[in-house]
Nanobody, 117 residues
Framework: QVHLVESGGGLVQAGGSLRLTCAAS??????????VGWYRQAPGKQRELVGM???????NYADSVKGRFTISGDNAGNTVYLQMNSLNPEDTAVYYC?????????WGQGTQVTVSS
């Protein structure tokens, strides 16, 4: 079982930055492909993919955040960060991380990000 905890959310003014953390614990099998994705869900909207990183370090991002958001991780691979710069009110949402280990998926509880204009 893998347990994910997001942190780092909060209230920030437009143009500001936040760094979210997704910390994983439990039995993580690093011998099979792992991917970690960051998602967000704004009120009244569907959850959408923000970006993801593979165990090989490859990243991809939604067009709406390219050039502003960056995903990185620690060397052990258990913690993944989402650096968010140049935030705007449209980025307001609950941000979730999801870790896919082989065919299994695990979600965190989410962290609220609110960007004021």
């Amino acid at each position: 079982q893998v347990h994910l905890v997001e942190s780092g959310g909060g209230l920030v003014q437009a143009g500001g930055s936040l760094r979210l953390t997704c910390a994983a614990s439990g039995s993580i099998n690093t011998n099979i492909p792992n991917t970690v994705g960051w998602y967000r869900q704004a009120p009244g909207k569907q959850r959408e993919l923000v970006g993801m990183v593979t165990s090989g370090g490859r990243t991809n991002y939604a067009d709406s955040v390219k050039g502003r958001f960056t995903i990185s991780g620690d060397n052990a691979g258990n913690t993944v960060y989402l650096q968010m710069n140049s935030l705007n009110p449209e980025d307001t949402a609950v941000y979730y991380c999801k870790r896919r280990v082989g065919l299994k998926e695990y979600w965190g509880q989410g962290t609220q990000v609110t960007v004021s204009s």
